[in-house]
Structures are given as structure tokens and as C-alpha cells.
């Protein structure tokens, strides 16, 4: 049983960064892939990025890439997503996930945190 807890959205101007941070719980957090999603009010849920179970592998999703970094401390069960240059299209709850499997498809995913609110004002 892995808890999954978002910390570290706010309201931030265009072209802003954030810093959000999820901490877990559980013994085995370096066993999990581990992933942000983001969604919109009104939108569906969308990927944004994942890490593998050591960190050596990234993968994010074009909307973001180049101005997102997905990273992860397994001594301190905690993943960060560093988000730079926000637009407004950048406003969302934001949720990490973890999976035991390698996908970091949203169906794959078997533990949520409740998210973190990340407002961008232009």
C-alpha cells in the first residue's frame, strides 16, 4: 500500500516556475514508476510525466517537455516536478501516481494522491 501526498501548488504569473513536490509512504516506494498527471477544469485527465523506478528514465509529454523536469529521491520516498515557464494552459490540479508496472499509462496506475492546484494568471 503506497499514500501519495501533493504539496506545493499555487497561483504563479506567466512564465513562472513551481516546485511540486509528492511525498509517499510505504516501504517499497523504489519498486514503483512514478508519474504526474494534470487535469483541467472541464478536461479530461492527461498525462504529463513519468520516472522510472531508478530514475534513469524520463518520459513527458510534448506539451510540457523542455520546461518540465520529473525527478525522484527513493531515500526520501518523494517525487518533484519541476515546472518552468507556466502559461495559463499550465492551470490544473496536478496528481502524482505510482505503479508497480513499467507503463505510466493513467489505467496503469494504482495509487493517487488528491492532488495539488497549480493556477497560472497571465
Known amino acids: 500500500q503506497v499514500q501519495l501526498v501533493e504539496s506545493g501548488g499555487g497561483l504563479v504569473q506567466a512564465g513562472g516556475s513551481l516546485r511540486l513536490s509528492c511525498a509517499a509512504s510505504g516501504r517499497t516506494f523504489s519498486s514503483y514508476t512514478l508519474a504526474w498527471f494534470r487535469q483541467a477544469p472541464g478536461k479530461e485527465r492527461e498525462f504529463v510525466a513519468a520516472i522510472s523506478r531508478s530514475g534513469d528514465i524520463t518520459y513527458y509529454a510534448a506539451s510540457v517537455k523542455g520546461r518540465f523536469a520529473i525527478s525522484r529521491d527513493n531515500a526520501m520516498k518523494a517525487v518533484y516536478l519541476q515546472m518552468n515557464s507556466l502559461n495559463p494552459e499550465d492551470t490544473a490540479a496536478y496528481y502524482c501516481?505510482?505503479?508497480?508496472?513499467?507503463?505510466?499509462?493513467?489505467?496503469?496506475?494504482?495509487?493517487w494522491g488528491k492532488g495539488t492546484l497549480v493556477t497560472v494568471s497571465s
Open positions: 501516481a505510482a505503479t508497480g508496472s513499467s507503463s505510466w499509462s493513467s489505467r496503469s496506475m494504482n495509487y
